[in-house]
């Protein structure tokens, strides 16, 4: 069997809005104002090449060529043929991100020939009044929303939330969002890069123009609901929690103290494991692998047997696709 659990290297993103504090995660950055690690991407121009073993090097969209259902899952290769589904990043923000919102799927093929864009953030950090922006305020329509883009004063329309550490947010295309000043966050998403700004804080870029805005796109594809309750409730002490189920995939929270853990085979997907405290090792029956904070790695369908191995506190995101 060739196949076995698969590191890459990250690739970092200069962002007007990035802060320093990725190195805290294993990342080695020498530049300034990273706000992006991508971590696991099939992105055209950022495809994430393997950190270890035989395929080092070799690009993930041509693992995903070469062995198609047996990396991605029976289910998940039916559905999604040779497109890896998932893009996983760490976000760092010290600045506030412009304030924006992502296309469903049919908008997104129809205009961008592409997916739409579903996400969900958890919290690593969170400075104490950060603050982020999830949908709007009660009783705002697309005729107050227009007037607002008008006026100028979008920002008050604009329901905006002190987040703290694991803390949980999906983000369904058409929810309007934005990151605010000193939060990071693991990010959890659809392989999409298309991104419709709303505001941006009057900002320029590093040429000196003013960001592109996209008014009508953002008019086009905005949910107005109000959402009573936009983070995730769940027990934050308990070992085991499951946090989203979706279409797009579901996400189990592991907060495993010097134990084993076995998960169950998933033949119909693949699995991802981001390691957000501590350290472990991860056996299948092929192979193990060590992971460290800040490291995600991709398990492939055809792996059975897979056994989280922890002699101290790690909490790991495990995301798979139903």
């Not at 990043?89 to 992502?102: E, M, R, T």
Request: with cysteine.
């Amino acid at each position: 069997m060739s196949l076995y659990p698969l590191l890459f290297e990250p690739t970092f993103h200069y962002r007007i809005w990035g802060g320093n504090k990725l190195k805290y995660f294993g990342k080695n950055i020498t530049e300034s104002k990273i706000g992006e690690s991508w971590e696991i991407s099939t992105v055209p121009g950022y495809i994430s090449l393997v950190a270890n073993g035989k395929y080092k090097g070799t690009n993930l969209q041509d693992l995903v060529f070469k062995y198609k259902e047996e990396l991605l899952g029976t289910q998940v290769y039916q559905k999604y043929g040779d497109q890896f589904p998932l893009l996983i990043k760490f976000l760092d923000a010290d600045q506030p991100l412009s304030v924006q919102v992502h296309p469903n799927d049919d908008y997104a093929q129809k205009h961008h020939n592409s997916f739409g864009k579903t996400e969900m953030w958890y919290i690593l950090d969170a400075e104490k009044d950060a603050e982020i922006i999830i949908g709007f305020e009660k009783g705002i329509n697309k005729e107050l929303y227009a007037k607002s883009i008008k006026n100028g004063n979008v920002e008050n329309i604009l329901r905006k939330i002190h987040p703290e550490k694991d803390d949980v947010f999906y983000i369904p295309s058409g929810r309007v969002h934005a990151m605010g000043k000193g939060i990071t966050l693991a990010e959890i998403q659809q392989t999409s890069d298309i991104t419709y700004r709303i505001y941006d804080y009057n900002r320029i870029d590093i040429n000196g123009e003013p960001r592109k805005l996209h008014t009508q796109q953002a008019m086009d594809v905005a949910d107005f609901s109000y959402i009573e309750n936009p983070n995730v409730i769940y027990n934050k002490k308990e070992e085991n929690t499951l946090l989203v189920n979706s279409p797009y995939f579901t996400t189990t929270r592991y907060n495993i103290s010097a134990k084993n853990q076995k998960l169950e085979d998933l033949p119909q997907s693949f699995r991802i494991l981001i390691c957000l405290e501590g350290e472990c090792n991860i056996l299948s029956n092929t192979s193990i692998v060590q992971i460290y904070k800040g490291q995600s790695l991709l398990i492939p369908a055809i792996l059975k047997n897979i056994e989280i191995i922890s002699h101290t506190h790690t909490k790991l995101l495990e995301v798979h696709i139903e």
